[in-house]
């Protein structure tokens, strides 16, 4: 059982906008604004889309943005493209004992 | 652009030691203030924090594999490794080596697929 809680599958029509939730606890999510997550193509590793709740690596689309309320983060892309179809997954800090706990993972549907 | 790439056997048996290494190129493994982290994935337990390890070899291991866990580095040939003892079924997944810091992670190896079976 994943530390944080996804939704398993989401879909969007191309243009629309959707979002994925990611709930943990007051240990991880909650405590920290340490928040990050993952798109994953088949084959592929991860790819960092978003740190730190809001945050965009260089290169990475402002269609993808990040937001955080409580113990539950949430991820949001705009304007949906068909590449966008992967699996996504969240992270978050949790202490020097746990440097990271992830998300069981979405699979995103266009 | 840094690049990370997992070398190790694909196939070990049960009860035996894992050992993976991963080898960091386009920057030094000594420098900054990063992480270096191995995590696994296999379709039963998804995506998996195993441990991570400083400069200076200062190291932490997720709790539940704590036991099993010790890692390495070798900074004369920018290189750090794991090794993964009393191997079973369960730990069949591919292992990824990455830099990272608090809570994410941001340069990955492509993976390397190991498989635990007699």
């Known amino acids: 059982q994943s530390a944080l809680t996804q939704p398993a599958s989401v879909s969007g029509s191309p243009g629309q906008s959707i979002t994925i939730s990611c709930t943990g606890s007051?240990?991880?999510?909650?405590?920290?604004?340490?928040v990050s997550w993952y798109q994953q193509h088949p084959g592929k590793a991860p790819k960092l889309i978003i740190y730190?709740?809001?945050k965009w690596p260089s290169g990475v689309s402002n269609r993808f943005s990040g937001s955080k309320s409580g113990n539950t983060a949430s991820l949001t892309i705009s304007g949906l493209q068909a590449e966008d179809e992967a699996d996504y997954y969240c992270?978050?800090?949790?202490?020097?004992?746990?440097?990271?706990?992830f998300g069981g993972g979405t699979k995103l549907t266009v | 652009q840094v690049l990370l790439q997992e070398s190790g056997p694909g196939l070990v048996k049960p009860s035996q030691t894992l050992s993976l290494t991963c080898t960091v190129s386009?920057?030094?493994?000594?420098?900054?203030?990063?992480?270096w982290s191995w995590i696994r994935q296999s379709a039963e337990r998804g995506l998996e924090w195993i441990g991570r390890?400083?400069?200076?070899?200062?190291?932490s291991y997720s709790p539940s594999l704590k036991s099993r866990v010790s890692m390495s580095v070798d900074t004369s040939k920018n290189q750090f490794s794991l090794e993964l003892k009393s191997l079973t079924a369960a730990d069949t997944a591919v292992y990824y080596c990455?830099?990272?810091?608090?809570?994410?992670?941001?340069?990955w190896g492509q993976g390397a697929l190991v498989t635990v079976s007699s």
């Open positions: 990455a830099r990272g810091d608090w809570g994410y992670f941001d340069h």
């Open positions: 386009g920057g030094s493994i000594s420098s900054g203030s990063f992480y």
């Open positions: 390890l400083y400069t200076g070899g200062i190291t």
């Open positions: 007051s240990s991880d999510v909650g405590a920290y604004n340490h």
């Open positions: 730190d709740v809001n």
């Open positions: 992270c978050s800090y949790a202490g020097s004992r746990v440097f990271g706990v």
